[in-house]
């Protein structure tokens, strides 16, 4: 049985930032990414830096908010 994942878009600033941090860094941005997503998610629970997840499959899938900027 297969399962499909969301994957959210990022914004293009977002993905340039990305892109240059990973060059000055020589690392991947999508590792880099998933190393400042697993930091700013450990910070979120302070009992364990573990991720947490989800059992239960969401309702509705949040829509991408757009900048009025």
Sequence with gaps: M???LYSPRL???VVRALYREGQRRR???T???DDLL???LGAFNEVSP???VCEEEPSVIPSREVDAA
């Design 31 to 33: 590792r880099l990414a």
């Design 38 to 40: 697993r930091q700013s």
């Design 2 to 4: 297969s399962r499909t």
């Design 27 to 29: 690392m991947p941005m």
């Design 50 to 52: 573990s991720l947490h």
């Design 11 to 13: 914004s293009d600033d």
